[in-house]
């Protein structure tokens, strides 16, 4: 028996989730042996499990880092085995300050992307910021550092001294503030 599970996508997203005359949408149902029935007036996306249990929750992951602002490159990282995919709503920790959210992510992205780009580079984890969101995809171990550099950028620590704890950690250092 077929079960499915709908999930709203960010008009904007939509677009990237069907890709060039569905290519991306396809690729999702061939890797993922489901299919995808996507409502793009409504943003609408219904998953339909076809096969593998597993696969059908990577297929909901894929189309949930998707609407989360990953392209859909970076979110097919999910289909392999151990990759998760992490979202931080920002309003669990700053309420509905809008202000304050757009101020909190413009230091997770850093000057010209250079914040995210090091936290990638240093866990090997992908990072998203969007809406009001912060999503990152990675092993366990990968999402544990990325998370923990991302909650330092959050509570204020300087970018120089999160670099530090990431280039020391990756060394085997401790990872503290």
Do not use: C, W
């Amino acid at each position: 028996m077929d079960s499915s599970e709908f999930l709203l996508m960010p008009h904007d997203r939509v677009g990237a989730l069907i890709g060039k005359k569905g290519a991306t949408k396809r690729k999702i149902e061939r890797l993922t042996e489901t299919k995808l029935a996507v409502d793009s007036r409504e943003g609408e996306v219904e998953v339909i499990q076809k096969g593998n249990p597993l696969k059908y929750l990577k297929a909901m992951s894929i189309v949930k880092a998707i609407a989360r602002g990953f392209s859909p490159q970076h979110a097919s990282r999910l289909s392999q085995d151990g990759v998760m995919l992490q979202i931080i709503d920002l309003r669990e920790f700053f309420g509905k300050s809008e202000g304050t959210m757009k101020a909190k992510k413009g230091r997770v992205i850093g000057t010209r992307g250079k914040a995210r780009n090091e936290i990638e580079q240093d866990t090997g984890a992908l990072i998203s910021v969007y809406g009001k969101t912060i999503s990152i995809i990675g092993t366990e171990e990968e999402i544990s550092k990325a998370l923990r550099a991302v909650e330092m950028l959050l509570k204020g620590a300087s970018h120089t001294h999160v670099y530090d704890v990431l280039k020391r950690r990756g060394s085997g250092g401790r990872f503290e503030l």
